[in-house]
């Protein structure tokens, strides 16, 4: 079969459209320009431009903001895009409308409506489109066709030169930011923050989470040079208080433009209360400069969803997953387990990205696991975990280690570590299990303890 024959071809499966974009640049490799993404929407009839947006960067806490952005949108009667990544389980994920992510039938069809595109631009750059280019066209495409009335955005890594950024933000919302992706993004929070900062666009009204001094100096800089709106967590927005509570908290928010009480968010940590004032006010600062409905307010947060982030998949023993992969998000859920659990004892199953601080997020957990199980997920990325494990004795010492590579067998060993609690010293805890370190290897677990359920 020629080439061009098999261009003609439309794809028939999600099997076959997973195989066509994996065949390209992963998201790792980066070559950085807006040249290719640029020519695509081009092509495409810019359907970014179809519909408003709400942009979102930072380390940590994206995908919990981004969902819980979109969810407060569609108690507000709108229509609603999202693009998310990476994916927990399956690629679709990534791109949802009105909450909810493509099916197997929509992202074929999403696929197909671009992929005579790609070959034009592939011819026509210097570099062929990137895996990540292409699924955010398949995005947009599908955004405009819907239509949407507001597209939440995650950036993929970084701001300036990520692909998502052709799009112009109404609302730019800037989260912790944290070394991570050192390799590409630089060491220096500054800079990393320089990178970032690239969304805020003329006009744009930025939102920005509580940053250390350097970072925040950075983004006012460019807000000043865009003549960007700005609201900051700890001056004009942040959480009032917050009181664990069974399945999640309670919260009292300041928002841009009043206060909300009696607030339930059943995600839990005072991370997430965080992100629940970041996303609140990036909801006001879309709005008509109005205050929220306070019933809607709480009737959204009540309704929020974050699949992977201290989420609770399997109780007796309990198995909580966390896609916590750098020190600052291992430190948050940390801090998250002591505020809103009792567990003990703790075991670990964690499996990290060979391009990661290990030794940060192994440490980050160290006073918090009895036991550490180190394994490795199904990607060539995977860090080996003889690696991983050699690491982590010298962090936690040989007697509290144990390396499994397999990750189904070493969930089963410390699913029966937790239940031989009293082993610990602990006879009347109630022992746990923390799958955690890469977003692949709790999605890779998610989807395995889904299956036994």
């Known amino acids: 079969m020629s080439d061009d024959t098999a261009h003609a071809r439309p794809a028939e499966t999600y099997a076959e459209v997973e195989d066509a974009l994996l065949s390209r640049w992963p998201e790792t490799r980066l070559e950085p320009s ?51 990544s990476p994916h927990l389980e399956r690629m679709s994920e990534r791109i949802s409308i009105d909450g909810e992510h493509l099916t197997d039938e929509e992202f074929v069809r999403a696929f197909n409506d671009v992929a005579a595109y790609t070959h034009l631009v592939d011819e026509d750059q210097d570099h062929p489109l990137s895996f990540f280019e292409t699924i955010v066209g398949m995005a947009y495409a599908a955004f405009a066709d819907a239509p949407v009335d507001v597209a939440v955005i995650e950036v993929g890594m970084g701001g300036s030169w990520d692909a998502t950024n052709v799009a112009d933000a109404d609302v730019a919302v800037v989260l912790p930011i944290a070394i991570d992706h050192a390799k590409y993004l630089g060491d220096n929070v500054a800079a990393i923050a320089q990178e970032k900062s690239g969304i805020l666009k003329e006009g744009s009204y930025a939102v920005f989470a509580e ?77 008509n400069g109005e205050p929220l409905d306070a019933e809607i307010v709480r009737a959204a947060f009540a309704e929020v969803t974050s699949p992977g982030r201290l989420e609770i998949i399997r109780r007796s023993p309990s198995i909580v997953l966390d896609a916590a992969h750098n020190p600052h998000g291992a430190e948050a859920t940390a801090e998250a387990l002591e505020d809103s659990f009792s567990f003990s004892p703790l075991i670990g199953v964690m499996g990290v990205m060979g391009d990661k601080d290990a030794d940060g997020v192994l440490a980050a957990f160290e006073p918090h696991f009895h036991h550490l199980i180190c394994t490795q997920n199904s990607t060539s990325r995977s860090m080996s975990a003889a690696d991983l494990g050699a690491a982590a004795i010298e962090i936690y010492g040989e007697d509290r280690v144990t390396v499994v590579p397999d990750l189904a067998e070493a969930i089963d060993q410390a699913a029966t570590l937790a239940e031989a609690g009293e082993a610990f010293g602990d006879a009347f805890g109630a022992g746990a299990v923390l799958i955690t370190g890469s977003v692949v290897t709790v999605g890779e677990a998610r989807a395995m303890l889904k299956g036994r359920r």
């Open 34 to 84: 807006l040249d290719r993404i640029r020519a695509f929407t081009e092509l495409l009839g810019e359907p970014q431009r179809s519909f408003r947006v709400i942009h979102l960067t930072g380390t940590n806490g994206k995908t919990s903001t981004s969902r819980m952005i979109e969810r407060l949108l569609r108690a507000l009667d709108l229509r609603t895009g999202r693009f998310t």
């Open 211 to 287: 940053q250390t001094p350097d970072v925040a100096a950075v983004l006012l800089e460019r807000s000043v040079e865009v003549g960007a709106t700005v609201a900051r967590e700890g001056m004009e927005l942040g959480v009032i208080s917050r009181v664990p509570a069974v399945g999640g908290q309670m919260l009292s928010l300041q928002g841009l433009h009043g206060r909300y009480d009696d607030i339930f968010l059943p995600l839990y940590g005072s991370h997430q209360a965080q992100n629940a004032a970041v996303a609140l006010a990036a909801v006001e600062a879309f709005g």
